[in-house]
């Protein structure tokens, strides 16, 4: 079964300063990996993701994810934050086939605040 | 090209009663999910469907449940409304089964209140 871990359910950083998010999955077999923003009383909105292929991946805004094998993890990073980027922030993995089909298993999410 | 869009956006119930939601899919995408997203549950999955078949669901009640439409479109029915039942409704759609098959796209979702 596929799970997620999100450390830190708030990230406090200034603007201008690295934003990093944490994420660590278990899955037994090779997963899928998104990052999904959301904003107040909106859905969620695609960031990034890796299904396979070169394991840096850029997404929308300035963001990028390494998946690291080894660490089981899939870390989302910008090298600098805006008060835009202010939103809760989701991990979320899924293995797109058999009984998982159509299902992502989500962490519990990060509120990154970005102060002035 | 369109988003996947979700009628109502807000709805407020009361207990013993019973809410139907509508999700339409981005033109094309042919499976449907539902979650269900609560402060204290965080993003619960719900169900699946993918032309007209339920393939997956998540460990939730009998009182939930959902439909698909011959066009994609989807509805979820939650009969007997209970407090807890209080949360914002996503819907996402995907590709499935072409490329891009497992990455799901998310509606505004709706947010159900019952007092």
């Known amino acids: 079964a596929q799970s997620v871990t999100q450390l830190g359910s708030h990230v406090s950083v200034s603007e201008g300063a690295l934003v990093l998010l944490r994420c660590n999955y278990s899955?037994?077999?090779?997963?899928?990996l998104f990052w999904y923003v959301q904003y107040p009383n909106q859905g969620l909105q695609l960031l990034l993701k890796y299904t396979t292929g070169a394991t840096l991946v850029k997404g929308i805004n300035g963001f990028e994810a390494e998946f690291k094998k080894s660490e089981t993890s899939f870390h989302l990073t910008k090298p600098s934050a805006h008060m835009s980027d202010a939103a809760e922030y989701f991990c979320a993995v899924s293995d797109g086939r058999g009984s998982t089909l159509g299902r992502l298993y989500f962490g519990r999410g990060t509120q990154l605040t970005v102060w002035p | 090209k369109a988003g996947v869009t979700q009628t109502p956006r807000y709805l407020i119930k009361t207990r013993g009663q019973q809410v139907t939601l509508s999700c339409s899919p981005i033109s094309g995408h042919r499976s449907v999910s539902w979650y269900q997203q609560t402060p204290g549950q965080g993003l619960q999955f719900l169900f699946e469907?993918?032309?007209?078949?339920?393939?997956n669901k998540g460990n939730f009640p009998g009182r939930f449940s959902g439909r698909q439409f011959s066009n994609s479109r989807s509805e979820m029915n939650v009969s007997t409304l209970e407090l807890g039942d209080s949360a914002l409704y996503l819907c996402?759609?995907?590709?499935?089964?072409?490329?891009?098959?497992?990455?799901?796209?998310f509606g505004p979702g709706t947010r159900l209140t019952v007092l």
């Open positions: 899955s037994s077999v090779p997963p899928y």
């Open positions: 996402a759609s995907s590709t499935f089964p072409g490329g891009d098959a497992d990455t799901q796209y």
């Open positions: 469907y993918f032309s007209e078949t339920q393939r």
